[in-house]
């Protein structure tokens, strides 16, 4: 095996939650750039867009330097400022929430539903005033909310922008890959995500002229990018034309050879963490029915970043915590996803929200990754179970 390339027969400990997945033919392309002598934004971040916009069956994708940038710059183009309100789940990391406060713009909370752990058209329009210009919405673990739905109740000035971080690969309950929905769709590349780049971010963006904007708030407001006026000399001079302000958000030729070779290996990696998927979900069923899974909406592809529970505390004589640190310490990379956000100070003062504070105490995620092996799955469950058999009463 190369790399990280997983077997189905080894337990190497600790297990970590998540952890990229990298071959020989990862290392070659990174190396191929290197020796090219073009490692800033060029032709394999061109090439990059084009495979990705292909694999999602989009018209545009724009690189960037992260999730966190891709939802910035999304909301920058659509125009939110101070002032204005941005509404997103609370279950989520802090990126959703924080490029709303970048903008000066308040992030407004919404709940979730207690079986998919995902905002709904009811939770999201709870939210709604006449200061909203934006939702966030978050495929929260890799499972697609229902945009179209999400759009049938919202009024027409409010945008959808989708925190698609978890979700390259997923598809909505119609069917639909993630990132062709016709809203602002951004993925994260991060090292544990399930395209790992190191770092890196794209949004799918489905109007050739928002592409065009996208691209250009990326690099400083420019109208061209430095591989264009290198690869094509009769373009301007760099600084003409600047007339925006823009921002340093660009994706690099480096982290794009890599991201080419983990789109051409996603359906390996999707097959991976489907097992280990799997393998959970029949444990559960079989050994403790009470441990909650994440539920399904329909049967629509779930792209399986991370494996959520809940746990039924009511039967059990420990708190998470120290289940959680139990396990850790046997090298079981239990994690948490999330501490919701409207309980951090940053936030302050903040509404209760009733389904994300029920949760908030229950939730767990389980180790789950395209380098996992199955007996890694299965000795992690059987870890768990001998902690919950301890501390957790009754299955
Ligand atoms: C990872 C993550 C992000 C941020 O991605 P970066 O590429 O690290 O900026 C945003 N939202 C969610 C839900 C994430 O999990």
Redesign the pocket.
């Known amino acids: 095996m190369t790399g990280g390339g997983a077997t189905n027969h080894r337990v190497n400990l600790p297990i970590a939650f998540g952890r990229p997945n990298f071959s020989d033919e990862e290392i070659e392309a990174v190396t191929r750039v290197m020796r090219s002598g073009w490692i800033g934004m060029g032709q394999e971040t061109l090439l990059f867009e084009q495979e990705l916009a292909a694999a999602v069956g989009v018209g545009n994708v724009v690189s960037v330097s992260?999730?966190?940038?891709a939802?910035f710059l999304s909301l920058v183009s659509l125009g939110v400022g101070a002032g204005d309100e941005v509404i997103c789940p609370s279950l989520?990391?802090c990126?959703?929430a924080n490029v709303a406060l970048y903008l000066g713009a308040v992030p407004v909370f919404c709940d979730v539903d207690e079986q998919t752990m995902l905002a709904t058209p009811h939770s999201v329009l709870a939210k709604v005033s006449d200061r909203t210009k934006a939702v966030i919405v978050?495929h929260y673990g890799g499972l697609a909310l229902d945009v179209a739905a999400l759009r049938r109740v919202l009024p027409a000035h409010v945008a959808i922008v989708e925190?698609a971080?978890?979700a390259l690969g997923a598809r909505y309950p119609d069917g639909t890959p993630v990132g062709a929905s016709g809203n602002l769709t951004c993925f994260?590349?991060?090292a544990n995500?399930n395209l790992s780049t190191g770092?890196?971010?794209a949004i799918c963006c489905p109007s050739a002229q928002v592409a065009a904007h996208l691209a250009s708030l990326r690099q400083h407001g420019l109208a061209s990018d430095a591989w264009a006026r290198y690869s094509q000399p009769r373009q301007p001079f760099a600084l003409q034309g600047l007339s925006e302000l823009g921002y340093k958000l660009n994706y690099t030729d480096l982290q794009a050879a890599i991201g080419r070779v983990q789109l051409r290996r996603q359906a390996e990696f999707a097959a991976r963490r489907q097992a280990i998927a799997d393998c959970y979900l029949d444990a559960i069923a079989r050994d403790w029915p009470r441990l909650r899974p994440q539920a399904r909406v329909g049967d629509a592809r779930h792209a399986r970043h991370l494996f959520a529970v809940r746990l039924p505390l009511e039967n059990m004589t420990c708190d998470r915590a120290t289940l959680v640190s139990t396990l850790r310490a046997k090298g079981i990379g239990i994690s948490i996803h999330y501490v919701p956000l409207h309980g951090m100070p940053l936030y302050q003062p903040q509404p209760a929200l009733p389904v994300t504070d029920f949760l908030a105490d229950r939730i767990m995620t389980l180790p789950i990754s395209a380098s996992m092996s199955l007996d890694e799955a299965r000795y992690c469950w059987s870890e768990l179970i001998a902690c919950l058999a301890t501390h957790g009463g009754h299955p």
Request: aromatic share 16%; proline share 0%; net charge negative.
């Open positions: 992260s999730c966190t940038g939802l989520t990391w990126s959703t978050v925190d971080a978890h994260s590349f991060y995500k770092e890196g971010g």
